[in-house]
T-cell receptor, first 113, second 112 residues
């Protein structure tokens, strides 16, 4: 296992289009987190899964955002009807739990034009 | 006011200098993390602390739970240490599972 993998690395889309990102966590990790990071800011929590259950969602996650983790393995984050304000780096991390360290993916950089 | 504050925001130093980055937080936490982010986005976990001090190579992290403060030190700094260093905490939520709350990061540049 080479760590947390995110695809694609970069995505440019037109405003109004839908986009989907994928995160493959470390296979033994039961927790998976999505974060969003805008330029010059620290990452902000979006949502988290324990196995296949989505246990928490930030109020930052509007109705246009949906995340899934079928079978408790990889996760997808979909943004519908993208807006320019959605342009950011979307980071995925996985862990065994809050008593353990996190492993981050390299992120997906979204640009909405 | 952010729950996690870092200082300084930007730091430029000469190779070999001793570097200190500070982090203060305002909530109860179960753990504090120091992360390193290089240009392009990749984040590497450096330390996870709940008390005391940890050391790894030239990096040292300390935490004072009573004062809600942590420091990251780099000894004998090198240009390859240039990166953004981010402090993040696990807010204690009595068994909940909140994600990390991050500081805005400290942009460190080490000049040769």
């Amino acid at each position: 296992d080479t760590g947390v993998s995110q695809n694609p690395r970069h995505k440019i889309t037109k405003r109004g289009q839908n986009v989907t990102f994928r995160c493959d966590p470390i296979s033994e990790h039961n927790r998976l987190y999505w974060y969003r990071q805008t330029l010059g800011q620290g990452p902000e929590f979006l949502t988290y899964f324990q196995n296949e259950a989505q246990l928490e969602k930030s109020r930052l996650l509007s109705d246009r955002f949906s995340a899934e983790r079928p079978k408790g393995s990889f996760s997808t984050l979909e943004i519908q009807r993208t807006e320019q304000g959605d342009s950011a780096m979307y980071l995925c991390a996985s862990s065994w739990g809050t008593d353990y360290g996190y492993t981050f993916g390299s992120g997906t950089r979204l640009t909405v034009v | 006011k952010n729950e996690v504050e870092q200082s300084p925001q930007n730091l430029t130093a000469q190779e070999g200098e001793f570097i200190t980055i500070n982090c203060s937080y305002s909530v109860g936490i179960s753990a504090l993390h120091w992360l390193q982010q290089h240009p392009g986005g990749g984040i590497v976990s450096l330390f996870m602390l709940s008390s005391g001090k940890k050391k790894h190579g030239r990096l040292i992290a300390t935490i004072n739970i009573q004062e809600k403060h942590s420091s990251l030190h780099i000894t004998a700094s090198h240009p390859r240490d240039s990166a953004v260093y981010i402090c993040a905490v696990n807010p204690y939520s009595g068994g909940g599972a909140d994600g990390l709350t991050f500081g805005k990061g400290t942009h460190l540049i080490i000049q040769p």
